[in-house]
């Protein structure tokens, strides 16, 4: 019943919307829907306003124009004004979003109410509405014959719509005119009767005012009793019943068209309750079609649905890819504005740039013009000044020849003369011949001389080194460190390193002059010279402990310089070796090659100065008790003989005592030095030596030191433990200054309890050891000052003579090796004549007239005086030290070679005859330069005291005594 009652609503609405649409079509030409047509293209066609508003003005023209001025292009507004229109006529509306999506029933059920209200006769409110509408021109008016219904209406209502058509046929005229009062009829003149009824004022008038028009007209008739009424009232009473039966019968017309319509409708209505009947009544079969259909319709609606949801979907997308098109035009457009100003601020450097570059070319345009003209000016110049030259030279010229014809007259007189002289010369040519034949012999004897100069020479050097080990100088060797790696833009102090042991720094804090500083040294290695060259400089030095003599090397330098990379090296591998293991390892070599004839014990002691105790390096007790220093005297050598003293017999031995003695080393960091050395280390080779062929005994002591750095406290940046440890450290560097000083300066007294560094170094320093530092330097020149204070101690050590070095050697030969350097010297005495004779030879040689004096007799024989001869041939050195020839080794190498000699020994002898006093004559010089002609001869007896600077004689030195060493506390290498 529910689906009947449905489908019979649903036919109902269908029914409605049919008659608008009737209705419409007949409206308006342009409205060609079906009547069967849905809702929705009822809606699709009414949904934009326009068809409403042309309805609206269709049935009320104009009636728009007073609702906010005519049509609108927003369909809403249009909307908006068609129901202002029929709220205004008290008609029901509609909600324009029920025409937009809602049920569409309210817009039919308006619609028909319009239509109803303007077909069932609302001319009345229609006009008077129409009437509040301003004016309008006036509509066509029909007069062909009779007019159809609608078009009656239409016209009725555009004829009350203009009221100013006539006079009567306004609406208050028309009232005016029909509104008499009772008598008034009868007296219309005929005239006016006429004009009322040709001007069809009859048409506009209200039905009312028609009827009111009668009855008055009536009312006059009866109340006259008489019943005359006027012709012309008659004849209007005529035309306005004509009027009202015309209005009558259009009103059954209508009737009857709506009786016609309402009929149509029935048998609509009735067929469709037939259909509905027949579905009722029907069978399963169409029931099931009908569901079908159904089914057909909602999956159609559903597929509608789908594709409207699609669109809707396409729609969402498109309104997106429209945002994201706007929002890349807007990146677009903001990029463009960002180049356009990158642009524009580009051309703006451009043209700055241009300018500057114009106003620059202009600049060089006026240079240019200017150089132009001062190298006009100067062309000029030059032009005159050699036009003025070459008349100089025409005059030089004429004043040349003048000159060349004198010069001719006097040749030829040159010549004459010439010829007298010739004669003159080849008497003295043949002369000369037997002079120079003469000289021949001289010279043979000369070359035979010149051939051994060189070997005298070499000779004489070595011999003057062996002066120099006499004298007992400390030596003292320069090594300049290499830049780090990460140090390669810093730039260097040393300026120039001379192959003679010159090294020159450069100080750019000062000026001039005072910026440089040369200083010489024994040598000097550059940063390229390896661990294995610089080793082999000293190794005679270290190879003279197997015969006996003390020996210490120590590196002297500021943090950093490179004091453990010379004593200890940077590692194990075999070329870092430093000083120490390739001392040892040297030791160990020859001991092996002269175990034939020697049998060497070797043991090794290594302690530490910190903090100014000495700390056993070897021992494995943390808690050490402080260690004595004992005083040089000791016949053991020993200086600190509470140290462990461990027995090694090979290089690997060595290799881990050292390694345990650097593990146990003081080292801390300081702001130069990632790991710097706090203390001073000493390692100690003790050796004892058996000459198995005759029984004698020697002992030597090799100390190896590495110093603490010498740095100053400010700059290494050191507070609290490190501070202390800073100003231990350079007070007993400083001691060690006093000390250098003191033995420089041959004082009295030598302040070596200063410090436990100078007590330990005393035996070393002062007594008759072979000593060589080695002076670190770093080449930055950030520590320039440092270096130089560095070198200038270093400079002062090398002038300290400790006398000549003696070898702890105990036997019978001793006596023996007293007089072979007697002999020695007596030797060298001799070669340096010798070197004297041919410098004086050589001399002679260069300016042959000065060879002869008058009597002819050789210069060379008299180039000494009788007193010089006697000088030289009973010269003596005096101090016949026995260690000279000690220090010859086994094989072949000895302490006095020329690897110690100082460089003057090198230089020529031409300079040092220019420079002043001979090698030998200096050799014989006392300190304070005054000759010694009063030495011993060689022959004779060793004297007691040595003349060099030697602090006791050989024999109040020569040991006493057996070697009495104290059994060590000896410890087993792990
Ligand atoms: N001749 C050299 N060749 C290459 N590197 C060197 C040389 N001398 C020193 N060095 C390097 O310089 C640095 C400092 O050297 P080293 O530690 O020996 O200085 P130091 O004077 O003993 O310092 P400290 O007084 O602080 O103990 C180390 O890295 C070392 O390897």
Known sequence: MGTFGGQFEDFHADDRRAEVIDWLGGLLPEFDLPLDS??????????????????????????????????????????????????????????????????????????????????????????????????????????????????????????????????????????????????QYTDIPAAKISEMIQSNSLDNAPTQSLLRVVNGILDESIERKRGEIPHRVVYL????????????????????????????????????????????????????????????????????????????????????????????VNNLRQEIQVMSKMFEEYREQMEAKTNQMEEHLTLRAKEAEFLLMQSKKRIEEVETASELQSQLWSKKANTFRSFMDNQKLSIKDIRISSQSIKQEMFALQMKWRDEISNIGLDLKGLVDAAENYHGVLAENQKLFNEVQELKG??????????????????????????????????????????????????????????????????????????????????AYGQTGSGKTYTMSGPGTSKEDWGVNYRALNDLFDISLKRRNTFSYEVEVQMVEIYNEQVRDLLSNDIAQKRLGIWSTSQPNGLVVPDASLIPVKSTSDVLDLMEIGQANRAVGSTALNERSSRSHSILTVHVR????????????????????????????????????EAQHINKSLSALGDVIFALAQKNAHVPYRNSKLTQVLQSSLGGQAKTLMFVQVNPDVESCS???????????????????ARSNKEGKDIKDLLEQVASLKDTISRKDMEIEQLQVLKCNVKSPSSLTDKSGSSLVKQSFTASQQNQLISGSIGSGEPEYEDNASDDGCSVGETEYSIGSASEPAADRTQKGPSRLTRFFLTKNGQPAASRPKPKEPVPKTTPIGRRSSIASQAPTGAFSIKPPKKRVVP
């Open 786 to 804: 440092e270096t130089i204070s560095t070198l200038k101690f270093a400079e002062r050590v090398s002038g300290v003579e400790l006398g000549a």
């Open 237 to 328: 009473l005529r035309n306005v019943v004509q009027e009202i039966e015309h209005r009558i019968s259009i009103q059954a017309e209508h009737i009857r068209n709506q009786n016609n319509i309402i009929k149509t409708r029935e048998d609509k209505y009735r067929s469709k309750i037939k259909a509905l009947e027949t579905l009722v009544n029907g069978t399963n079969e169409e029931n099931e079609m009908a569901i079908n259909r159904l089914e057909l319709v909602k999956v159609e609606k559903s597929k509608i649905d789908e594709r409207r949801k699609l669109g809707e979907q396409d729609m969402v997308r498109l309104i997106r890819e429209k945002e994201d098109a706007e929002n890349t």
């Open 38 to 183: 849905s809702d929705e293209e009822l809606r699709e066609y009414l949904i934009d306003g326009t068809a409403l508003c042309y309805t609206a003005d269709k049935l009320m023209p104009g009636v728009l124009e007073g609702v906010w001025g005519g049509y609108a292009s927003d369909h809403r507004s249009n909307v908006k004004k068609f129901l202002s229109v029929v709220a205004e006529m008290g008609l029901p509306g509609f909600s324009v979003k029920d025409l937009e999506e809602g049920s569409m029933s309210s817009i039919v059920e308006c619609l028909l109410a319009l239509r109803d209200n303007v077909s069932t006769g609302l001319g009345e409110n229609m006009s008077n509405y129409a009437a509040k509408t301003p004016s309008r021109p006036v509509a066509p008016v029909s007069t062909q014959g009779r007019r159809s219904p609608g078009e009656d209406r239409r016209r009725v209502l555009w004829d009350a719509k203009s009221p100013q058509r006539s006079p009567l046929l306004s609406g208050q005229k028309t009232n005016e005119v029909f509104q008499f009062k009772r008598g």
């Open 473 to 554: 100088n400390i030596r003292v060797y320069c090594r300049v460190r290499p830049f780090l790696p990460g140090q390669d833009g810093k730039s260097t102090a040393v300026d120039y390193i001379g192959e003679n042991g010159e090294i020159l720094i450069s100080n750019p804090s000062k000026q001039g002059k005072d910026g440089y500083r040369m200083f010489k040294f024994n040598k000097v290695f550059n940063t390229h010279v390896s661990q294995a060259e610089v080793f082999s400089d000293i190794q005679p030095l270290i190879r003279s402990v197997l015969d006996g003599f003390n020996v210490c090397i120590f």
């Open 689 to 724: 030596g058996l000459d198995v062929k005759n029984g004698s005994t020697s002992r030597g002591c090799l100390h190896l030191i590495d110093l603490a750095g010498s740095e100053r406290v400010e700059r290494s940046e050191a507070t609290g433990d490190r501070l202390k």
